[in-house]
Nanobody, 125 residues
């Protein structure tokens, strides 16, 4: 089993930055990729960013490009999301997720096998 725990959310003003972290635990942890998703009230969960666990490939939603950066630390089993120039529309619960199936698209909720409990990010205008 894999457990994912997010941290780093909070209340910030527009233009501020936040860094989210996701720590993985479990006896073995070797995913194909890790992703960040978010879900705003009344909306579906949407893709934000993903990173291949071994390698350098990263993927971003258009809304995240140029403002968010995903990174990983394999030794610490953590994945982070640096969010800069936050906007009110970034307000959501942010979830990290682990994908263990390499052939699936990484921007799709159903491609992920394990999820964290989420961390709230609120951006005020």
């Amino acid at each position: 089993q894999v457990q994912l725990v997010e941290s780093g959310g909070g209340l910030v003003q527009a233009g501020d930055s936040l860094r989210l972290s996701c720590a993985a635990s479990g006896r073995t942890f070797s995913p194909y990729a890790m992703g960040w998703f978010r879900q705003a009230p009344g909306k579906e969960r949407e893709f934000v960013a993903a990173i291949v666990w071994s390698g350098t490939r990263t993927y971003y939603a258009d809304s995240a490009k140029g403002r968010f950066t995903i990174s990983r630390d394999n030794a610490k089993r953590t994945v982070s999301l640096q969010m800069n120039n936050l906007k009110p529309e970034d307000t959501a619960v942010y979830y990290c997720a682990a994908n263990f199936r390499p052939l699936l698209r990484l921007d799709v909720v159903a491609s992920y096998d394990y999820w964290g409990q989420g961390t709230q990010v609120t951006v005020s205008s």
